[in-house]
């Protein structure tokens, strides 16, 4: 067992911290995903005395000048564990503002090491169940880490139905098939006799497939059915808590920090942003584009979904802009 209760990302939002209008630099900060042959992932914990102390994370540093990542996360895991790396894929790479102290937490999986693992400077270690990862209290940069490591990389939102029920479940279906895991049902035009009964058969085919579901903005519908819940941007504001209990997933659309800070304040466990390009359902919207996004993304520590005409081929340069994935209705529907 973890030494402290789990972080909750609601409270550490009480900190927006730099504000996102002045800038400070960026620190650089490159981190490994080490795992054991029992699928364990390496945690260090932060000795006494400096900034984030007791806090546990993925073992790594700050890049020396003129050091690449690869460079600075060999040097790190030889000086801290002992250990000889073959760096991986890169997993996300998480800009975050600390109240006196803005970071990019970059962070590549671990290929393979050689040694004995060993806490060289002091730190306290622990091998850890991918499940387990979130019960470690953590910065607030490694929770998107976290997601990235646990949870789903793209969430589907659906269209409409349009006249034919039974063809929407069956590409519904085609969707999961693809390995949809985490999905919203939406369809605010329809009326909501039809939309209940065929929400009730949507979540039995996700159950089946093993994905989660939210529905769209019916708090009541959600909770009668117990499925999760995605909120509107426009009902945050009238929110004081997360409407359900703590087991049933919550999600968020946000556009500004307003609404991230609202939604990471009532225990949202994720939030969608965007639109990152220009899209058909927003045309006179300007887009967000990755730099935007990233801005917002550093003022929360919440998993953030970027959404706006992205397919699964963005997936790996919203994850470089500190996002879980992408959220799509037409990127994910399979017709
Ligand atoms: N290695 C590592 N650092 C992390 C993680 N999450 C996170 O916020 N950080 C922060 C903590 C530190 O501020 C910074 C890494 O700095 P460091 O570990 O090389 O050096 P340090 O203790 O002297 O850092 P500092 O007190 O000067 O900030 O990144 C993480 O998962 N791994």
Same mark, same amino acid.
């Given at each position: ?152 990389? =793209?969430? /589907?939102?659906?269209? !409409? ?7 929407? %479940?069956?590409? &519904?279906?085609? @969707?999961? #098939? ?63 808590? =997360?409407? /359900?209990?703590?087991? !049933? ?7 500004? %920090?307003?609404? &991230?800070?609202? @939604?990471? #304040? ?63 209705? =037409?990127? /994910?529907?399979?017709?």
């Amino acid at each position: 067992m973890p030494p402290f209760a789990p972080v909750n990302p609601a409270t550490s939002s009480q900190e927006p911290a730099i504000a996102v209008s002045q800038p400070a630099p960026m620190i650089e900060v490159v981190a490994g995903v080490i795992r054991d042959l029992r699928g364990r992932i390496l945690l260090a914990r932060r000795t006494e005395g400096r900034d984030l102390a007791g806090l546990w994370e993925f073992p790594g540093g700050k890049h020396e000048v003129d050091e690449s990542a690869e460079a600075a996360l060999t040097r790190e895991l030889r000086e801290e564990l002992g250990i000889e790396i073959e760096i991986g894929a890169p997993l996300i790479r998480v800009p975050q503002a600390y109240p006196h102290k803005r970071l990019c937490l970059d962070v590549h999986v671990v290929q393979a090491w050689r040694g004995t693992v060993r806490g060289l400077e002091g730190q306290a270690l622990a091998w850890v169940p991918p499940h387990k990862l979130a019960d470690y209290p953590m910065p607030p940069a490694d929770i998107p880490v976290v997601a990235a490591l646990t949870q789903p990389d =793209r969430y /589907l939102v659906t269209p !409409e139905p349009g006249d034919d029920d039974n063809l929407w %479940l069956a590409v &519904l279906e085609r @969707a999961l #098939a693809n390995g949809i895991r985490r999905v919203q049902l939406r369809a605010p035009a329809c009326e909501p006799q039809r939309w209940r009964l065929l929400v009730t058969q949507a979540i039995a085919r996700c159950r089946e497939a093993g994905a989660q579901v939210l529905v769209n903005a019916d708090i009541e519908l959600a909770q009668s059915l117990g499925v999760g819940l995605h909120l509107r941007a426009s009902q945050l504001a009238g929110l004081t808590k =997360r409407s /359900l209990p703590d087991g !049933e997933m919550v999600g968020a659309s946000c556009h500004t %920090l307003e609404e &991230l800070l609202a @939604a990471q #304040a009532i225990g949202c466990d994720f939030a969608v942003v965007g639109a990152i390009r220009p899209t058909a359902s927003h045309p006179g919207t300007a887009p967000l584009g990755w730099e935007g996004f990233a801005g917002l993304r550093e003022a929360v520590s919440l998993p953030i979904y970027a959404i706006g005409g992205l397919v699964p081929d963005d997936i790996g340069e919203a994850r470089h802009h500190g996002a879980q994935g992408i959220a799509a209705i =037409r990127g /994910l529907w399979p017709d």
